[in-house]
């Protein structure tokens, strides 16, 4: 049986950083709401979550820079910003995929996550979605639903959103998500898929993250 700390590596998508328990997790607060459903939040109606400094010898357009997050009564929303705004699919003529994460877990139990991904590995069956993360096997994205995004090359800033109705019909989710009192771990995360043979390592990451308390 994996250890708490192997079990929080893995489903963070976070294996090139050392195993650290939640309590490197910040408290903050999300004050905002955004609640229009006709288009995707533009970097002023986000949260900022996570400031990340600058790293040596990662691509700019890997880089994570900082995490957003929004939400609404029907939707969750969260945003990547990198140091080059590119957000390349792959690399190394298509024999690596590059997967862009917006992850939320339950802050008492790491063990299994959910995220919105921006990815496009057709040969392991990802496209972008909404996926219960069990790890970081071909197998371990089990897509629960779709999500909308948007490119924003002014900002370097990819936006994703997904209906709050496709988590809740995930009982898993729903065993600790209180929609009366809702909390959740967030952190964004950049990874590289080697396809043959299969292996997932993060480029760059806004871990620790921070627990959110969604304020009403």
Known sequence: MRSRAALFALAMLVLSLNPRSLSAYETGEIRGR????????????????????????????????????????????AGIQTAGGGFPLSAALGTQRHGYFAVIANPGN????????????????LSPGLYRVLGTGRKDLIRIGDIEYRLDEEDNLLVMSADLADLMADPGFTEWYRPEDPQLSFV???????????????ISSSYPGKILRLAR
Do not use: C
Request: no cysteine; hydrophobic share 40%; aromatic share 10%.
């Open 34 to 77: 955004y609640h229009s459903k006709e288009a995707l939040p533009s970097l002023a109606k986000l949260g900022k979550i996570s400031r990340v400094n600058p790293q040596s010898g990662i691509d700019p357009d890997l880089m994570i820079t900082a995490a957003y997050f929004a939400y609404s009564e029907s939707r969750m929303y």
């Open 110 to 125: 790491e063990e299994i996550v959910w995220a919105m991904v921006y990815i496009d590995a057709a040969v392991a069956g």
């Open 188 to 202: 964004g995360s950049i990874t590289s898929t080697r396809i043959l043979p299969y292996r997932t390592d993060t």
